[in-house]
């Protein structure tokens, strides 16, 4: 599933699928229980594709972190940290060890631990689109752009 059609509403629990635009908002089903309901354009809606993580070497979009859990958790659930903040910051740290410190905020991390999880329990991430966009991107970079010296036939 592309995570353009996955969304997060504020004051909203869990992750909302996009089923079609209503004429003040949207139509969202839960990923949860798969009920349907109607998304106003006045709530705040995240799609997780334009969701990113402040690192010390800038933004990390979230596909790129949800690809490290998986990648480091060998495709398996992560552990669930209630009222268990160091252990939660030690396992992000592992997870994501060049996050900031001062701007990602243990809410941030129950957040995408609980995406993943939910993600991962309903097949909803998959990362071999990943894989195959940056082969087709290598492609167009590694040929040369050639440009024409000669000047253009005038039309006459």
Do not use: C
């Not at 949207?26 to 402040?54: G, M, N, P, Y």
């Not at 990943?130 to 082969?135: D, F, K, M, S």
């Amino acid at each position: 599933m592309d995570l353009k059609e996955i969304m997060a509403i504020a004051g909203k629990p869990g992750l909302y699928k996009m089923v079609a635009q209503a004429k003040n908002g949207l139509i969202v089903e839960s990923v949860i229980d798969q009920k349907r309901l109607q998304a106003f354009s006045h709530d705040k809606i995240s799609s997780l594709e334009e969701i990113s993580i402040f690192t010390e070497n800038g933004d990390k979009p979230l596909r790129e972190i949800l690809a490290g859990f998986h990648e480091k958790l060998e495709g398996k659930a992560a552990p669930e940290f209630k009222n268990e903040n160091e252990k939660l910051k030690t396992f992000f740290a592992e997870m994501l060890p060049d996050y900031d410190k001062e701007r990602v905020y243990v809410s941030h991390m129950q957040k995408i631990v609980s995406w993943y999880n939910l993600l991962m329990e309903h097949n909803l991430l998959d990362f071999s689109q990943q894989a195959e966009e940056p082969a087709a991107d290598e492609k167009a970079t590694d040929e040369p752009q050639v440009e024409s010296t000669e000047p253009e036939a005038k039309p006459e």
